[in-house]
């Protein structure tokens, strides 16, 4: 009986006490804040205010999108050609989402210019989506190599890789 009883009171304080936990198979994400590396701020300007303008495609927010839009614009120089203007002008005059993201491959095709030349002041990636536009594909510019779709935004938000890397200065 003895001997019963101090099984059942073992019994007991290992119950109250509780197994070991396991650690469990998903863990909860941290959201990391990846910020871009920049060694010039003034001609970083530019491409920041592309990158909000990314953002906002991303986050499918057309009428975020027209009012970054306007701060690419400021930014923009006075030679820059015509097509980049009209596709500026084109995402802040509508609020349809594919169509801004059509204008702005126009205008990722300028800072990419931008970038390779040195002239963006910070370091950018070139992501590659193929799926994009119809199968026919897209690149645009992030400041991290994260894979953050603008064209799918929420549908296909990692569909794309990184293609190249460019080194500001």
């Excluded at 190599?145 to 603008?150: I, R, S, T, Y």
Aim: overall charge positive; proline content about 4%; hydrophobic content about 40%.
């Amino acid at each position: 009986m003895k001997k019963l009883l101090i099984l059942a009171v073992t019994v007991l304080l290992m119950m109250s006490c509780g197994t070991p936990k396991t650690e469990q198979s998903t863990k909860v994400e941290e959201k990391v804040e990846l910020k871009p590396v920049v060694y010039n701020a003034k001609k970083a300007k530019g491409a920041k205010a592309y990158l909000k303008l990314s953002e906002c495609l991303i986050a499918a927010n057309p009428t975020a999108a027209q009012t970054f839009a306007k701060k690419v614009e400021v930014t923009l120089p006075s030679e820059v050609s015509n097509e980049v203007k009209e596709a500026i002008t084109a995402i802040i005059n509508t609020d349809d989402l594919e169509a801004q993201r059509k204008s702005f491959e126009v205008v990722t095709a300028y800072y990419t210019e931008i970038a390779k030349s040195g002239e963006a002041g910070m370091d950018l990636y070139v992501v590659h989506c193929p799926m994009a536009f119809n199968n026919t594909g897209a690149n645009w510019l992030s400041g991290t190599n994260e894979v953050v779709n603008p064209y799918f935004g929420d549908k296909m938000l990692h569909c794309g890789r990184v293609m190249e890397t460019i080194k500001g200065k």
